[in-house]
Nanobody
Framework: VQLQASGGGMVQVGGSLRLSCTAS????????VAWFRRAPGKEREFVAR????????LYADSVKGRFTISRDNAKNTVSLQMNNLKPEDTAVYYC???????????????????WGQGTQVTVSS
C-alpha cells in the first residue's frame, strides 16, 4: 500500500490550497481515510476524515467551515480543499488510511496503518 500526498505550497493568509492523496494497493472508497498535520514543535494533529465507505465525515474544530474533505472514487483519490487559510494552518499535511478503523479512534493517528509522505503547507501573513 502506498499513499502519495501532493498539492502543498505557500499561500498568503486567506488563500486556498487543495491537497490530494492518491493511493495504490488500497481502494480508498472502501476504507477510512484521514488528513493529519504536524506543525513545527507540535504533535501530529487530526484534521479531517472519512469513516469507512460511507459519508460519515469528521472535521477538527479548528478547520470546520474552512476545509472540505472529498473523494474521487474513479481516481482513487481523497482531497482536502483548504480555504481561508491562516498562519496556524502551517504544517506538514499527511494522508492516512485504515482498513480496520473503529469510530471511537478515528481522530487518533495511532489508529491508521497506512501513511503518505507528507506535503508542506505554509501560510504567510
Amino acid at each position: 500500500v502506498q499513499l502519495q500526498a501532493s498539492g502543498g505550497g505557500m499561500v498568503q493568509v486567506g488563500g486556498s490550497l487543495r491537497l490530494s492523496c492518491t493511493a495504490s494497493g488500497i481502494t480508498l472508497s472502501r476504507n477510512s481515510v484521514a488528513w493529519f498535520r504536524r506543525a513545527p514543535g507540535k504533535e501530529r494533529e487530526f484534521v479531517a476524515r472519512f469513516f469507512r465507505s460511507g459519508g460519515n465525515i469528521l472535521y477538527a474544530d479548528s478547520v470546520k467551515g474552512r476545509f472540505t474533505i472529498s473523494r474521487d472514487n474513479a481516481k482513487n483519490t481523497v482531497s482536502l480543499q483548504m480555504n481561508n487559510l491562516k498562519p496556524e494552518d502551517t504544517a506538514v499535511y499527511y494522508c492516512a488510511a485504515s482498513s480496520r478503523l473503529i469510530l471511537s479512534s478515528s481522530s487518533d493517528f495511532r489508529a491508521y496503518e497506512y501513511w503518505g509522505q507528507g506535503t508542506q503547507v505554509t501560510v504567510s501573513s
